[in-house]
């Protein structure tokens, strides 16, 4: 099994910015593709960013690209999630995922990973 930290979050105000960082344990987190998800107050959980297992693809939710950046390190097992700009709007719960590259997967749905953190929060006030 894949087990998954999350990290970085915190209290920011409106038009700041953070760093989440997700710390994968075992020796194979190349071979997976990480997501990013949250889940605001309210609301279901939704996807915010993912990244394929060797970076060369990513995909960012409209409602954050331009804002967010998703990236990896493979050689220190992370993935991170790069927040600019942040508006209230982004207050939620944050969590990182695995998605093994055995099989084809549509990163956008959160079916698509097998394995899930369990979270960090983020609030932006006004």
């Known amino acids: 099994q894949v087990q998954l930290v999350e990290s970085g979050g915190g209290l920011v105000q409106a038009g700041g910015s953070l760093r989440l960082s997700c710390a994968a344990s075992?020796?194979?987190?190349?071979?997976?593709?990480m997501g990013w998800f949250r889940r605001a107050p309210g609301t279901e959980r939704e996807v915010v960013a993912a990244?394929?297992?060797?970076?060369?693809?990513?995909y960012y939710a409209d409602s954050v690209k331009g804002r967010f950046t998703i990236s990896r390190d493979n050689a220190k097992n992370t993935v991170y999630l790069q927040m600019n700009s942040l508006k209230p709007e982004d207050t939620a719960v944050y969590y990182c995922?695995?998605?093994?590259?055995?099989?084809?997967?549509?990163?956008?749905?959160?079916?698509?990973?097998?394995?899930w953190g369990q979270g960090t929060q983020v609030t932006v006030s006004s």
């Open positions: 990244i394929m297992s060797n970076g060369g693809f990513t």
């Open positions: 995922a695995a998605a093994t590259t055995t099989v084809p997967r549509n990163l956008r749905l959160q079916s698509s990973y097998e394995y």
């Open positions: 075992g020796r194979t987190f190349s071979n997976y593709h």
